[in-house]
C-alpha cells in the first residue's frame, strides 16, 4: 500500500444509540404507519418468512404424503389442494417478494446514500397491499380449497367449484404491491443516486434490483388483466378462455406465462444480485467483470421476455412458435452462464473467508449451475416432449427457485444481518444450517430428476411401485432440508437475544451501507457519503473484533484496481 | 442527478407552461382527425379501413403525447420509457397472433346454444 | 412520524431550504429532483396500464382476426355517432386538463379551478352517455358470450327507458342531491373555499344527466333514421326464427315536465341490421360468436370506465387541493401527473372508438 494519510474514523459510523431506526420511536403504531424504508423492509421480512414457513409445512405434507404409492393421509382431492396453496403461496406470497421487498427496501436507499426511497408512502402501500393480498388469497384457499394448481389453467379453472375468483382476486392485488415496488426502485436508482456514483460506480445488487424492477413494471400488468379475465370467465362467462364459448385455453397460458416467465427473472435476479456482493466481499477481491455482470443483469430481464412459450410446448401451440421459442430459450442461459463465470473468477486469487454468507453463496453457484443447465433439457423440443409436466420440470424449477432464489436470499440475510439487527450471529451454527440445507435439498431433488425422466408424472398423489424408493429419498431429504431451515431460523433469532453487537463493518465491505452505524440511524447519514469503488478493498482497515473493519478515506489516491 | 435546463422563462424555473395556441392548435386537429376517421370509415375501404383508422388513430395519439404529456419538451428517458412498452405490446400481440393463426385449422368453431353446466369436481 | 420530521433534522443535512417549499419531501434535494422522480413515477404507472389494456387489445386482435365476420356484424349494434361524441367529450377533457396544468404552473388558481372542473364534468357526461349505450344493449340482449340473446330469437321487449338506467343512475343521482345541498350549506355559511369543491362537484353530476340526455338524443336520432331507412314504425313482436330482412321500430313517448330525469322523449332499440343468409347469421348470431364480441367490448369499455371513475376520484382530490392554492411554477407535480393519467385514458378511447364502433 503506498503511503496514505489516514484519516480518524467517519463520522458516519458514530450516531446517536437512539438514533437506532429500531427504537426512535415506539409503539405499533410507529410500525404500522411507518415510512422508514428500513421498517418496511423488516415488516416484509417477518411476512415473506412466515408465508414460507406455512408454504413448507405443506411441502413437507406433500412430500410426506408421497412416501407410499397408494393412498396415506390425503384424498386426490385434498392432495391437488395441498399442492396448489403450496405452490400459489411460495411463489406469490414468498419468492417474488422476498429479495425485492425484504432486503431490497432495507438496502437500496442505503446504498445509495440516499434518506429512504423515492416514494415512501407508495413503499408502505405496497407493503399493505402485500398483507390485503395475503389476507383475501388464504382465506380464499382455506374457505373452500382451491385445485386448480398455482397456473389456473383453464378449462378447468373456469368450470371447477372453489374459490377461484377470490384466490385471482388476491393475485391482482399482489400484483400491484409487486408493481408499485418495481417502480419504487427504479424511480429511486434513476434519480437518486448521489453525486459521483455513475451508473457504472453503483453496487450490482443495484443493477440487479433495477433490472428486476424493469420486469416488474412490465410483465406484472399482464398477470393482472389475466387474472381479470379469468375472473370475469368465470363469472360472466366472457368466451374468451373457455372452449364452451369458442373461447382458447391455450391463449390462457399465453397470457398466464407471458407474465410467469419474467416473473422467474424476477425470482433469481435479486438473489444473484446478492450473490455478486457476497462473493466479492467474503474473497476480499473485487468482483470480477463487472460491467459483463451488470449488462447480464439487464440482458436477462429483456430476453426473458422472449421465451415464455417453453412452458406450452406440448400445449398445442402451433409447431413454428415451438421452434421459434425453444431457439430463444437458448439465448436467455447465455448471460446466466457469464455471471457463474464472474463469480468464480472472482474467488480466483481470492482471500476466501467461509462464513456463513460465503457458504450459502458457493451452494447457490452449485446449485443453480444444476437448474440452468437442466433448463437445457427442457428448452430442447424433443427431450421436453417426454419430461414436460414430469418430476424432471418440479426438480429443474426447485433448483433455480429454491437452490437459487432461497439459498441466495439466505445468504443475504445472512450477509447483511449484522447491519438489519445490530448483531452477530454464531458461525458456527449458520454453517451447519447451510450443510444441512445443502445435502438436505440435494437429497430431496435429485432423485426427482431421475423419476421424472424415467415418467413419474407431477402433481400425481398416486404412483406406481418403482418410484417408490426415489419418492422416500425425496421425502428424506425434505425433512432434512426443513431441518436446515429450522436451525437457521434459530441461529438468526438467537442472535437477536444474544449476539454480540455488531460493528458498522463487520465483513470488510466498501459499499456505502457499511459506512453507517449498525443497525443504522433512522435517517441513514448524518451527511452524504462520499462515493467510491464499490469493490475497491485497499481502502479497508481492520481494527477489531470488536470495531470491525473502517473505510478510511485515501488522501493519496489508491491506485486504481483494473476492472473489465 | 437532476439536470433540468430551466425553460419556460426567468421566473418558471423547471415549469415549461404550455402555450394557449398550441393547446387550441392541437385540439382543433384532433376534433379535425376524429372526423376524418368517421368520415373514411363511410368510404367502403375494405379491409385498408382497419389499416387506415389505426393510423389516423396513431397521428392523433403522437399529438396527444407530444403536446398535451409535454413529451416534446420532457427528459428523453421518459419518453424511452413509455414507447419501449410499445414494443413490449407488439411482442405479445406478435406471438400470439401468429401462433394461434397457426393452430386455428386444429379445432371447430361452433354455434353455442346454452351454457354449460359447472362440471363438480370429484368427492 | 420520525422520518417526516425535517424539521429537526435540517442541520445535519445542510440544508435551510426545506423550511420554504412545505411540499417539498425531506428526502429530496429540491424540487426539481422531487418533480423529475415524480415524473419518471408516473411515466412508469402509465407503461404498467399500456400493459394492462395490452392483453384486451390481444383478445381483440386475436378475435377480430380469426372471426371477422362476427365483428362487423356485432359492430352494427354500437352507435357511431354516441362514440364520436364521447371522442370529442374526451379530447375536451384533455384540453382542459393540459390547460389546467399550464394555470397551476402559471399559478392561476381560478383557471386551474375551472380546469379541472370541466374535465370532471366532462368525464361525468361521458360516462353518462356509456350509461345510454350499456343499458340499451343488455335491454336488446346484448350480453357477454354466457348471457348473451340471439338477436333473431329474442322476444318483444319494452320500448323507452330502460330500468336499467335507473340502477345506474341512482348513485349520479344521489350526487347530484348531495352536492347540492353541500353547495347550499356553504354559500350560505360563507365558506367559500368548500363552496368552490362543492360547485363543481355538484355540476359534474349534472353533467352526468346531461350525457345521459346526449344519449337518448343520439339513438333516437338513429332509430328515427333507420325507421325511415327501412319503412316501418309499428310496434311488433321481432320475429322468432331466422328472418332475411327484419325491421322492428318502436317509438313512444315519455313527457313528464319538471321531472328532470324523465324528460326524454324516445327510447329505441336499434332494428335488426341486414344479414344475407340464415346459416351464416346463426354463426355469428350465437353466443360464442357476437357474444364473445360483446364480451371483449363490456371487458374493455367498461376497465376503460372504472380507469375514468378512478381519474374523477382523483381529480376531485386535486380540485381540493387546488382550491387551497397548494399548487405553484416550484410545485405542480401532482396536477402534471394526474394529467398525465388522464391523457392515457384519453388515448386508450382514440384507439378503442374506430376498433369497437366503425368496423364495417
Not at chain 1, 474473497?283 to 460491467?291: A, E, L, T, V
Not at chain 1, 429450522?486 to 463493518?505: D, E, I, Q, T
Not at chain 3, 420520525?2 to 420554504?20: N, P
Not at chain 3, 376503460?304 to 392554492?325: E, F, N, P, Q, S
Request: include cysteine.
Amino acid at each position: 500500500m503506498s503511503a496514505v494519510a489516514t484519516e480518524p474514523t467517519h463520522s458516519h459510523y458514530e450516531s446517536n444509540e437512539a438514533d437506532n431506526f429500531l427504537i426512535n420511536s415506539k409503539g405499533v403504531l410507529s410500525w404500522a404507519l411507518t415510512l422508514d424504508h428500513k421498517r418496511i423492509g423488516l415488516m416484509y421480512l417477518v411476512g415473506v418468512m412466515s408465508a414460507f414457513f406455512v408454504a413448507g409445512i405443506l411441502a413437507l405434507v406433500l412430500r410426506t404424503e408421497l412416501m407410499t404409492p397408494d393412498q396415506w393421509f390425503l384424498t386426490t382431492q385434498q392432495y391437488n389442494q395441498v399442492f396448489t396453496l403450496h405452490g400459489a403461496i411460495m411463489v406469490f406470497l414468498f419468492i417474488i417478494p422476498s429479495v425485492p421487498a425484504a432486503l431490497g427496501n432495507f438496502l437500496v436507499p442505503v446504498m445509495l446514500g440516499a434518506k429512504d426511497v423515492a416514494f415512501p408512502r407508495l413503499n408502505l402501500g405496497s407493503f399493505y397491499l402485500w398483507v390485503a393480498g395475503a389476507i383475501f388469497f388464504l382465506s380464499a384457499m382455506l374457505y373452500t380449497g382451491l385445485d386448480t394448481g398455482w397456473t389456473f389453467y383453464t378449462p378447468y379453472s373456469t368450470q371447477t367449484r372453489g374459490p377461484v375468483v377470490a384466490a385471482t382476486m388476491g393475485v391482482f392485488i399482489l400484483g400491484f404491491s409487486s408493481i408499485f415496488t418495481g417502480l419504487n426502485f427504479i424511480v429511486t436508482i434513476n434519480t437518486m443516486r448521489p453525486p459521483g456514483m455513475t451508473w457504472f460506480k453503483m453496487p450490482l445488487f443495484l443493477w440487479a434490483t433495477y433490472a428486476t424492477a424493469i420486469i416488474q413494471v412490465l410483465a406484472t400488468p399482464v398477470l393482472g388483466i389475466t387474472v381479470l379475465l379469468l375472473a370475469a370467465e368465470r363469472v360472466f362467462h366472457i368466451g374468451i378462455f373457455d372452449p364452451a364459448y369458442n373461447g382458447d385455453p391455450v391463449v390462457f397460458q399465453h397470457f398466464f406465462w407471458f407474465y410467469s416467465h419474467p416473473a422467474v427473472y424476477i425470482m433469481i435476479l435479486p438473489a444473484m444480485g446478492i450473490i455478486s456482493e457476497v462473493m466479492s466481499v467474503h474473497c476480499h477481491k473485487s468482483i470480477f467483470g463487472y460491467r459483463f455482470i451488470a449488462y447480464s443483469s439487464i440482458a436477462i430481464a429483456l430476453f426473458g421476455f422472449l421465451v415464455w412459450g417453453h412452458h406450452m410446448f406440448t400445449s398445442g401451440m402451433a409447431e413454428v412458435t415451438t421452434i421459434v421459442f425453444s431457439a430463444l430459450t437458448f439465448t436467455v442461459s447465455i448471460p446466466s452462464a457469464i455471471k457463474v463465470f464472474n463469480w468464480l473468477a472472482t474467488m480466483y486469487k481470492g482471500t476466501v473467508q467461509l462464513t456463513t454468507p460465503m457458504c450459502y453463496a458457493l451452494s447457490f453457484i452449485f446449485l443453480f449451475t444444476i437448474g440452468g443447465l437442466t433448463g437445457l433439457w427442457l428448452g430442447a423440443l424433443s427431450t421436453d416432449r417426454h419430461l414436460h409436466d414430469t418430476y424432471f420440470v418440479v426438480a429443474h424449477f426447485h433448483y433455480v427457485m429454491v437452490g437459487g432464489t432461497l439459498v441466495g436470499f439466505l445468504s443475504g440475510v445472512f450477509h447483511w444481518w449484522p447491519k438489519m439487527t445490530g448483531k452477530m450471529f454464531s458461525e458456527f451454527w449458520g454453517i451447519v444450517s447451510c450443510w444441512f440445507v445443502f445435502v438436505g435439498f440435494n437429497l430431496t431433488f435429485l432423485p426427482q430428476f431421475v423419476m421424472g425422466s424415467r415418467g413419474m408424472p407431477r402433481r400425481y398423489a398416486r404412483y406406481v411401485e418403482e418410484f417408490q424408493d426415489l419418492h422416500q429419498m425425496s421425502t428424506v431429504g425434505a425433512y432434512l432440508l426443513g431441518l436446515g431451515l429450522f436451525v437457521a431460523l434459530g441461529v438468526l433469532l438467537h442472535s437477536l437475544r444474544s449476539g454480540k453487537k455488531a460493528p458498522a463493518n463487520p465483513w470488510g465491505a466498501a459499499t456505502l451501507e457499511w459506512q453507517c452505524s449498525s443497525p443504522p440511524p433512522f435517517y441513514n447519514f448524518q451527511s452524504p457519503p462520499t462515493v467510491n469503488e464499490p469493490y475497491d478493498y485497499l481502502p479497508l482497515v481492520y481494527r477489531d473484533a470488536d470495531r470491525g473493519w473502517e473505510y478510511v478515506q485515501q488522501t493519496t489516491p489508491a491506485p486504481k484496481p483494473v476492472h473489465v | 442527478m437532476s439536470e433540468h435546463k430551466a425553460h419556460g422563462g426567468k421566473h418558471h424555473g423547471f415549469a415549461h407552461p404550455a402555450s394557449v395556441k398550441s393547446l387550441l392548435l392541437v385540439f382543433f386537429s384532433l376534433i379535425f382527425l376524429t372526423w376524418l376517421t368517421v368520415f373514411q370509415s363511410t368510404l367502403e375501404l375494405g379491409s385498408a379501413e382497419l389499416v387506415v383508422s389505426l393510423f389516423i388513430a396513431t397521428i392523433k395519439a403522437t399529438l396527444v403525447i407530444l403536446f398535451f404529456m409535454h413529451m416534446l419538451h420532457d427528459k428523453p428517458l421518459n419518453a424511452i420509457v413509455f414507447l419501449s412498452s410499445f414494443i413490449f405490446v407488439a411482442l405479445f400481440l406478435g406471438f400470439v397472433l401468429m401462433d394461434a393463426h397457426g393452430y386455428k385449422d386444429s379445432y371447430e368453431f361452433k354455434n353455442v346454444d346454452s351454457a354449460p353446466k359447472i362440471v363438480k369436481t370429484t368427492e | 412520524m420520525t422520518s417526516h420530521a425535517h424539521d429537526s433534522h435540517d442541520a445535519g443535512h445542510g440544508h435551510g431550504e426545506h423550511g420554504h417549499n412545505p411540499f417539498l419531501a425531506h428526502h429530496f434535494d429540491d424540487p426539481e429532483q422531487q418533480f423529475d422522480s415524480g415524473k419518471l413515477g408516473i411515466w412508469l404507472f402509465l407503461v404498467t396500464e399500456v400493459l394492462f389494456f395490452s392483453g384486451m387489445f390481444c383478445a381483440y386482435a386475436l378475435y377480430r382476426s380469426l372471426h371477422p365476420e362476427v365483428f362487423t356484424f356485432a359492430s352494427q349494434y354500437l352507435n357511431e355517432t354516441l362514440g364520436a361524441f364521447n371522442t370529442g367529450v374526451l379530447l375536451f377533457s384533455s384540453l382542459s386538463m393540459a390547460w389546467g396544468v399550464r394555470c397551476a404552473q402559471l399559478r392561476q388558481r381560478t383557471g386551474l379551478v375551472i380546469c379541472l372542473a370541466i374535465t370532471l364534468g366532462c368525464a361525468a357526461m361521458f360516462l353518462g352517455v356509456k350509461a345510454i349505450e350499456y343499458t340499451h344493449k343488455w335491454d336488446l340482449g346484448l350480453l357477454p358470450a354466457g348471457e348473451y340473446i340471439s338477436q333473431f330469437l329474442q322476444p318483444a321487449h319494452h320500448a323507452g327507458i330502460s330500468p336499467w338506467l335507473y340502477y345506474l343512475s341512482a348513485v349520479p343521482a344521489l350526487c347530484v342531491l348531495g352536492f347540492a345541498a353541500w353547495y347550499v350549506v356553504a354559500v350560505t355559511t360563507g365558506q367559500k373555499r368548500t363552496a368552490e369543491v362543492a360547485g363543481p362537484l355538484l355540476v359534474t353530476a349534472l353533467c352526468y344527466f346531461l350525457g345521459v340526455f346526449v344519449g337518448i338524443a343520439f339513438q333516437n336520432a338513429e332509430a328515427a333514421s333507420k325507421a325511415a331507412e327501412h319503412g316501418v314504425a309499428e310496434h311488433g313482436v321481432a320475429e322468432h326464427g331466422v328472418a332475411e330482412h327484419a325491421s322492428v321500430a318502436h317509438d313512444e313517448g315519455h313527457d313528464h315536465a319538471g321531472d328532470e330525469r324523465d324528460d326524454v322523449m324516445l327510447v329505441s332499440h336499434s332494428d335488426v341490421p341486414v344479414v344475407p343468409g340464415a346459416p351464416e347469421l346463426a354463426a355469428v348470431d350465437q353466443a360464442g360468436g357476437a357474444g364473445v364480441f360483446f364480451s371483449i367490448y363490456y371487458c374493455m369499455t367498461g376497465v376503460h370506465a372504472v380507469h375514468i371513475l378512478g381519474g374523477m376520484a382523483v381529480l376531485a382530490w386535486l380540485l381540493v387541493r387546488a382550491t387551497k392554492d397548494h399548487f405553484n411554477e416550484e410545485y405542480f407535480g401532482p396536477v402534471d401527473y394526474v394529467g398525465l393519467y388522464w391523457h392515457l385514458v384519453d388515448l386508450i378511447w382514440i384507439y378503442l372508438f374506430p376498433l369497437l364502433y366503425l368496423i364495417k
